[in-house]
């Protein structure tokens, strides 16, 4: 089985970074007002469809307990594995039309088997064509009492209006670096994986908050890496081309050291070996932002994200550039975006940026601290 299905949340604890949601979807249990209809929105891989099944699965069982029948949580969990006759999930995105929706209809007008309401999930609702999308609609206007309806979606402007009145909508967030971190984790430890702290920090920067894409990046590197390895950033970046921001303080350490020609050189070989100029860009904005934010911020941990080591290197950077140096570099930055967007090829633009770095430290003095 694959990591992210292994590792499937089965409980609203397990499932990180959507508290808001669990939390009012256990009290809507606890308190007997479950709705009949919700919308799960956000963006792909945060649990959307991970949740309509705990939820479906915590009420069933709560229900079935409550009658005191026996097994009542066996039965409830068959939903977890989607294997209950009363939970039915339509993936909209390829039966999306009208007759998938008809055949529904028909469906749920019997009642559940073994529980106590019938779930309907509709995952990538939006995906529904204008004539199905209507006839759901009138569904959840009218529905038999013993039904409950789920749509999740990742494009919620594209679902029709009328729903919303219809339905409690629920935002899923992107998950953090460090909720991921923190999840990879907890993968790791129970399969055995060695991985360095800074490499689960790279994947997690380099999922866009999608936990799933996350759980996938880690099971490539484990089976890519021989595994008596512990997997390191490098790895991270080698197998999955997931930038290393190391890479961005070593430059930082050649210009300070003035190395006008292996600093050239350093950037020259990175956009070669095949790195996107603008996300090289990218992340010198970011190393020039997390710098300025620890000079400048107190509650530094609330803003950026960084790992120890990250943190000391940091350290020694704000201890060796000056305030102006930051900040004029800021508008070399600028600079380069624009060179960039004018067509300069990536080496000129760059090799400029290294030039005025340089120059600004020669010409304003800045000591060397540490040498
Ligand atoms: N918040 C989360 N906590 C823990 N694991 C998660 C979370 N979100 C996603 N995962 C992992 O990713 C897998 C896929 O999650 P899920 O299918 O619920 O995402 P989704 O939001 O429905 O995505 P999509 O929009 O692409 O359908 C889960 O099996 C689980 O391993
Ligand atoms: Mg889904």
Do not use: W
Request: proline share 2%.
């Amino acid at each position: 089985m694959i990591l992210a299905n292994k590792y499937r949340p089965k409980s609203f604890d397990e499932i990180v970074g959507q508290d808001h949601v669990g939390d009012i979807l256990l009290n809507s249990i606890k308190r007997n007002k479950v709705h009949h209809a919700y919308i799960f929105c956000g963006p792909s891989g945060v649990g959307k469809t991970t949740t309509a099944r705990i939820f479906a699965y915590s009420l069933s069982s709560f229900l079935n307990s409550q009658d005191g029948e026996d097994q009542c949580d066996e039965v409830a969990r068959k939903i977890l594995e989607d294997d209950s006759p009363d939970y039915i999930e339509i993936d909209a995105a390829s039966n999306r039309g009208i007759d998938e929706i008809r055949h529904l209809k028909e469906d749920i007008r019997y009642k559940p088997i073994e529980n106590k309401y019938k779930f309907v999930v509709i995952d990538e609702a939006h995906g529904l064509t204008g004539t199905a999308a209507e006839a759901l609609l009138k569904m959840i206007e009218e529905p038999p009492g013993h039904v409950i309806f789920i749509l999740c979606t990742t494009e919620v402007g594209k679902l029709k209006q009328t729903l919303f009145s219809r339905c409690i909508s629920l935002r899923f967030h992107l998950a953090t670096p460090t909720i991921i971190q923190g999840r990879l984790k907890q993968i790791c430890d129970s399969e055995n994986i060695e991985i360095e702290s800074d490499a689960a920090l790279g994947i997690a920067r380099g999922c866009n908050g999608n936990v799933r894409l996350a759980i996938q990046y880690l099971e490539t590197l484990a089976q890519a890496s021989s595994g008596d390895d512990v997997i390191s950033p490098k790895e991270v970046e080698s197998v999955l081309n997931i930038f290393d921001r190391s890479k961005i303080s070593a430059l930082f350490e050649l210009i300070y050291e003035r190395k006008m020609g292996e600093s050239i050189l350093y950037i020259n070989d990175m956009i070669t070996s095949g790195f996107d100029a603008h996300d090289i860009l990218e992340m010198l904005v970011e190393y020039l932002r997390n710098l300025l934010i620890c000079r400048t911020c107190k509650n530094v941990n609330s803003i950026i994200i960084l790992s120890d080591k990250e943190k000391e290197i940091i350290k020694k950077d704000l201890s060796r550039f000056s305030f102006n140096f930051l900040l004029e570099n800021m508008t070399y930055l600028r600079e380069v975006n624009g060179n960039l967007v004018n067509n300069f090829s990536p080496q000129t633009a760059f090799d400029n940026y290294i030039l005025k770095s340089i120059l600004y430290l020669e010409h304003n003095h800045e000591q060397k601290k540490d040498k």
